[in-house]
């Protein structure tokens, strides 16, 4: 059903989302205003900086771009603080077995992250092995929702976009599928990923068990 599967990293394989949001949240807190998971929806799939961007938008701040670096650095610092601990523990359900399940079928696989630190996270995590190619925050130019993390990803497997599906957790990463010309599947929220062509809880949901050694298929 296709040939080359392309995933989002944060809150698809590995659950460092929430680090992300305590990074924010507490940089929030230290400039004075509240940060809900609401506000952080609009982050996720989005890049260090934009995040940031978007974050002073939320509170109303204008700094500098100076203070701009230095509160990007002062974030990140924490987030890889938080993260310093990952084990395979924190792989989420079905993703290392949906994964090595897309291998043994001949599907190709790429990683396509907005984050920097993807490459540390998957070292950490030990699944780089099982990917054909990554494509993380340091190797684009522009964030999603915008296509190019996913075509570089698709480049370096050499599959046509159109025979690739995206895993995604972000509105904006089902965006960037969309307009590559890809299938998205969206892994969360039905709600929040209305604009997915199928939305699943977890990549367990992908395998045709559903995850369960024994069990009904989720599959669509
Ligand atoms: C994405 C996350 O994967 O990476 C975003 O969904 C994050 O929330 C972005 O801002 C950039 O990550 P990093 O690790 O480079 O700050
Ligand atoms: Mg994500
Ligand atoms: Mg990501």
């Known amino acids: 059903w296709c040939k080359g599967a392309i995933f989002d990293l944060d809150g698809v394989i590995v659950d460092t989302a929430r680090y992300h949001y305590l990074a ?15 506000h952080n929806e609009r982050l996720k799939g989005v890049s260090r900086m934009r995040s940031l961007e978007i974050l002073l938008e939320v509170g109303g701040i204008s700094v500098s771009p100076e203070e701009k670096q230095q509160l990007a650095e002062k974030k990140n610092h924490w987030y890889v603080e938080y993260i310093s601990a990952l084990t395979p523990d924190a792989l989420l359900p079905g993703a290392r077995e949906f994964l090595t399940w897309l291998r043994e079928r001949g599907v190709k696989i790429a990683l396509g992250s907005a984050s920097k630190n993807a490459p540390l996270i998957l070292d950490r995590l030990g699944i780089t092995g099982l990917f054909d190619a990554v494509v993380d925050g340091t190797m684009v130019e522009k964030a999603k929702p915008d296509p190019e993390v996913f075509l570089k990803g698709a480049g370096l497997m050499d599959v046509d976009p159109r025979e690739c599906v995206v895993f995604e957790d972000a509105v904006a990463g089902i965006e960037a599928a969309r307009r590559g010309g890809m299938k998205a599947v969206g892994v969360g929220d039905p709600e929040v990923l209305a604009e997915a062509d199928w939305v699943v809880r977890s990549l367990a949901e992908c395998l045709p068990t559903g995850g369960a050694s024994e069990g009904s ?3 669509k």
């Open 24 to 38: 924010w949240r507490r940089l929030a807190e230290e400039l004075g205003f509240e940060f809900t998971p609401e």
């Open 217 to 219: 298929s989720e599959e």
